[in-house]
């Protein structure tokens, strides 16, 4: 059966390696990996007949994976770490060049072989990082999003590298050589930009109406492929095209559509393509090199591992990130197998040299995912040897701090948290850990405290034993939970606060005893919806009852089922029924004149009038005796059925709703 036989051993090998990294707790990648090992040429046993072949298929399977991520990958994702996702990682990219040539330079190889070498080894395997973290359920954390950014980016640069490096074999080294094919890529891009942006999507749109789902997917399916194989007729890559398809189709209304459907193909030919790896690692190569392959990935490793979280520490980001970006991008970009396959097919690259880049690549895909595990625990380690920082506080209050509200984490939430609490006069510290915020923070009069929120010696100086409430502020799990455990250690009943990025982390927060997990992104959805309702001239009660509705449906109550607060729970189901309104009293209407007690009001409405407002003053005390007034605003408390009949009643205007 030739190639259908090689694809039913794949995909069955696929399987059980799948299985059996699931069984483990690994990443489905390293399972397809050392399935593709064991059924490789060099291993012996059940193989497939024709590697060559496979290894095509492989490259649709690269398409598909970029395309998908370019479906993924938004302009507007980038907007919050778009320093170091583009200006970081040129940086890290122009270093790891550099590395990576002199590497190869002082292993003696010549120079356009240790140039191919750079280019392999400049960016980080998109797919195996976002694969690794979703199966960590790390997804959403801003790390994760710095990791998968910059990785993105580093492939948009690196691929153009490697259209100039194949442009340079053919025509040799000169400006013209290096201009073409930059000129080339951008052209295409900037034509992808403009017409493919009008074209895809009304695409899309076209067949979508068809309601065919099978048209649909193998219409998204043809555009990646097409576009990639367009690339790859005007001497660019395959790869570079699909993901700029991808980057087009995201911008359209049916970007997300695409990649719900493109999910069953491109997992099915990630599998292909990671099997693919494992076959072309020879066992017996690793053996008789072992040394000089175990040196050149520890030298990679280690100095791109430098080279990204030094990138992080001088974009500003602390804590855990430079730790994740050592550990978490390990692995070496899928497109270094297409470099180093274009550097060996145009002879560039011996295949000696060939052989040991390899092997470096496949080793750090194996390697990556075990790393990135080790994130969480060496965190925990470093925390615990790194010298506390210098205690550094202003702005507290003479008489100390007690019964107050430690913010941990600092940032845009926590000053505004602080300037809340400081208008209300209730006793504050926040805990801020970057020093240009805590500067400004300082002008702004707030009460703060320097440091790290996650070290002991921090906490024991915000006086959490005394507080009455912990916020935590942070945005990564590892660094929540660092200071969750700091303060209970110390008030193992302080009721804590914490936000979270993903429903991984607010169910694992919770699993581990914090009292309240805020979602921002949905505290942000129904405040929008409740200026949006306000806007529609929707009674503020109303408003109020139909959001904390959905509130709670949305984020379920730590206090509910709890014995103490059922009164209070039924008081406040209770009031949601009951509106307080203001009514103003236009000239001519028939209440004006008339004493309270005169007026149908109670007797034949129903109502309460709890306050009257009268030119700058308010009555809140009032008495049957009170003449009424025009422009008088009057507040009356009922059900919503009262207001609305006693509104049209009387032919009031309705001024503004209060909760």
Do not use: C
């Not at 040299?353 to 969480?376: E, Q």
């Amino acid at each position: 059966m030739g190639i259908a036989t090689d694809l039913i051993i794949v995909v069955i090998v696929g399987l059980l390696g799948g299985l059996a990294a699931r069984k483990l707790n690994q990443p489905l990648i390293l399972g397809y990996i050392l399935a593709g090992i064991a059924v490789g040429p060099f291993t012996g046993g059940v193989t497939v007949s024709d590697v060559d072949e496979i290894e095509q298929l492989a490259e649709i399977g690269v398409a598909l994976l970029l395309f998908s991520l370019g479906l993924e990958f938004s302009l507007k994702s980038l907007k919050p770490i778009r320093a170091i996702a583009l200006g970081g990682s040129a940086l890290q990219v122009l270093l790891t060049l550099l590395v990576g040539f002199a590497l190869g330079r002082y292993l003696g190889w010549e120079t356009t072989p240790s140039l191919w070498f750079s280019v392999a080894i400049a960016s980080s395997s998109t797919a195996v990082i976002a694969k690794t973290l979703a199966s960590r359920g790390q997804m959403g954390t801003l790390s994760s999003r710095v990791m998968l950014g910059m990785s993105i980016v580093q492939d948009i640069l690196v691929i153009p590298l490697m259209v100039i490096m194949m442009s340079l074999e053919s025509s040799g080294v000169s400006l013209v050589g290096v201009l073409k094919p930059l000129i080339k890529v951008i052209l295409f891009v900037a034509a992808m930009l403009y017409a493919g942006a009008r074209i895809i999507p009304h695409l899309m749109e076209r067949v979508a109406r068809w309601e065919s789902r099978e048209l649909f997917v193998l219409a998204v399916t043809a555009t990646g492929l097409g576009v990639g194989y367009l690339t790859y007729s005007l001497d660019l890559s395959f790869a570079f095209g699909a993901f700029i398809a991808g980057l087009v189709l995201s911008e359209s209304d049916y970007g997300r559509a695409a990649l719900n459907d493109l999910v069953p193909v491109r997992d099915l030919f990630g599998l292909l393509f990671f099997v693919t790896i494992g076959m072309l690692f020879d066992p017996s190569f690793l053996v008789a090199r072992w040394r000089t392959i175990a040196a050149l990935l520890a030298a990679v490793t280690l100095a791109r591992g430098t080279i990204l979280a030094g990138t992080g520490r001088l974009f500003g980001y602390r804590n855990v990130i430079p730790l994740a970006l050592f550990l978490g991008m390990i692995p070496l970009s899928e497109i270094a197998f297409i470099v180093l396959q274009r550097g060996l097919d145009s002879g560039a690259i011996p295949y000696d040299i060939y052989a040991l880049a390899l092997n470096v690549v496949i080793l750090s895909m194996l390697l990556g995912p075990l790393a990135t595990g080790l994130t969480g625990p060496a965190y925990g380690l470093v925390k615990r040897l790194k010298k506390p920082d210098a205690i550094r506080t202003v702005n507290l209050p003479p008489t100390g701090l007690a019964d107050h509200v430690v913010i941990a984490g600092g940032g845009t939430f926590g000053r505004h948290i602080g300037f809340v609490l400081r208008s209300l006069e209730h006793p504050y510290l926040i805990i801020e850990p970057h020093h240009a915020t805590f500067l400004k923070g300082q002008e702004e009069g707030l009460s703060l405290l320097f440091g790290d929120p996650g070290q002991d010696a921090i906490v024991e100086a915000a006086g959490i034993e005394r507080a009455r409430l912990l916020v935590i502020t942070l945005r990564g799990r590892l660094e929540t939970l660092d200071v969750f455990r700091a303060a209970r250690k110390r008030n193992g009943t302080i009721p804590v606060m914490a936000r979270a990025e993903s429903r991984e982390d607010r169910r694992l927060l919770e699993e581990r005893g914090v009292t309240r997990v805020i979602d921002p992104e949905m505290e942000a959805g129904l405040e929008m919806a409740r200026q949006a309702l306000l806007q529609l001239d929707v009674p503020a009660t109303v408003v109020h009852r139909e959001i904390e509705t959905l509130r709670r449906a949305g984020q379920a109550d730590p206090f509910d089922g709890r014995p103490e607060h059922e009164a209070l729970s039924r008081l406040r189901r209770a009031t949601e029924r009951i509106q307080l309104e203001w009514i103003y009293l236009h000239e001519g209407n028939p209440l004006v004149g008339k004493r309270l007690s005169e007026t149908p009001i109670r007797s034949g409405f129903g109502l309460s009038v709890v306050a009257v407002g009268r030119d700058e003053n308010a009555f809140p005390d009032v008495t049957g005796s009170l003449v009424l007034r025009a422009g008088d605003y009057v507040a009356v408390v009922g059900t919503q059925e009262q207001n609305r009949r006693f509104v049209e009643a009387f032919g009031t205007k309705r001024a503004r709703s209060e909760p």
